[in-house]
């Protein structure tokens, strides 16, 4: 992508599945192409029933999200249901159609780095175009071990199949500096092609106001007060 032509932007506006329909009529009604995603699937906990879940997912799409972020079913990853789990999710990739898939790991409840390693791979094996380590709402979020068993399994599944797929870390992640050290992660680990929207991530809702600050630095030499900054 040409940041110079296409402006910076977010990679989506990400919102619950009732408000899809929402931000599409606004982000078109602004002229925006920014894409629309949408948690679905019981976002956060995924415990809801199957159908009810699958139902969310397309009707979210059907409002107009180009982007899905799925839950995967924490328990079956815990008590080592594989096949199970590839299951759901596969069935999530069909409901999703065109859309973008985002699977969330929830790492912080997994238990083990086996664990996060075999969720990872049985996720991309059922046709996740993300896997993100959380959805912000468990007690444990992105951490860089974590991370490091996750984009190895991107590694490896990219070695086995010539597939990419893209990374997100999501929840904890608050400055600017930290996500510096993400993009090295990732250049180190992955290589450059990894370093795209279309490929790499970060959940930013609690990073927002620390990139605010440093552009205000940047520009002006200083940085801002409070009330300098703009309100969401």
Same mark, same amino acid.
């Given at each position: $992508?040409? $940041?110079?032509d296409k402006g910076l932007t977010t990679g989506a506006v990400c919102v619950y599945p009732s408000r899809v329909a929402d931000a599409v009529k606004t982000l078109k009604?602004? +002229?925006s192409s920014l894409p629309v995603a949408s948690v679905a699937t019981g976002f956060p906990a995924g415990q809801t029933p199957l159908e009810t879940r699958l139902q969310e997912v397309r009707l979210a799409v059907a409002d107009g999200a180009t982007e899905i972020d799925i839950v995967i079913n924490r328990t079956l990853a815990i008590t080592g249901q594989w096949e199970a789990m590839y299951d759901e999710i596969r069935q999530f990739r069909e409901a999703c159609g065109d859309a973008h898939m985002k699977t969330i790991l929830a790492i912080g409840e997994l238990g083990t780095f086996t664990n996060v390693y075999k969720a990872s791979l049985v996720s991309m094996m059922a046709g996740s175009d993300f896997i993100k380590t959380s959805t912000g709402k468990e007690s444990v979020n992105a951490t860089y071990p974590v991370a490091i068993v996750m984009v190895r399994a991107i590694r490896d599944y990219f070695l086995c199949t010539g597939h990419k797929v893209g990374f997100k870390p999501a929840g =904890?992640?608050?400055t600017a500096q930290e996500s510096l050290v993400w993009l090295t992660l990732i250049k180190e680990e992955l =290589? +450059?092609?990894?370093?795209?929207?279309l490929l790499f991530r970060l959940g930013a809702s609690s990073l927002l106001a620390d990139i605010e600050r440093?552009?205000?630095h940047h520009?002006? =030499?200083r940085y801002a007060a409070y009330h300098e900054l703009p309100m969401a």
């Amino acid at each position: $992508m040409d $940041m110079h032509d296409k402006g910076l932007t977010t990679g989506a506006v990400c919102v619950y599945p009732s408000r899809v329909a929402d931000a599409v009529k606004t982000l078109k009604a602004a +002229n925006s192409s920014l894409p629309v995603a949408s948690v679905a699937t019981g976002f956060p906990a995924g415990q809801t029933p199957l159908e009810t879940r699958l139902q969310e997912v397309r009707l979210a799409v059907a409002d107009g999200a180009t982007e899905i972020d799925i839950v995967i079913n924490r328990t079956l990853a815990i008590t080592g249901q594989w096949e199970a789990m590839y299951d759901e999710i596969r069935q999530f990739r069909e409901a999703c159609g065109d859309a973008h898939m985002k699977t969330i790991l929830a790492i912080g409840e997994l238990g083990t780095f086996t664990n996060v390693y075999k969720a990872s791979l049985v996720s991309m094996m059922a046709g996740s175009d993300f896997i993100k380590t959380s959805t912000g709402k468990e007690s444990v979020n992105a951490t860089y071990p974590v991370a490091i068993v996750m984009v190895r399994a991107i590694r490896d599944y990219f070695l086995c199949t010539g597939h990419k797929v893209g990374f997100k870390p999501a929840g =904890g992640i608050r400055t600017a500096q930290e996500s510096l050290v993400w993009l090295t992660l990732i250049k180190e680990e992955l =290589g +450059n092609d990894w370093l795209s929207p279309l490929l790499f991530r970060l959940g930013a809702s609690s990073l927002l106001a620390d990139i605010e600050r440093q552009i205000y630095h940047h520009v002006t =030499g200083r940085y801002a007060a409070y009330h300098e900054l703009p309100m969401a």
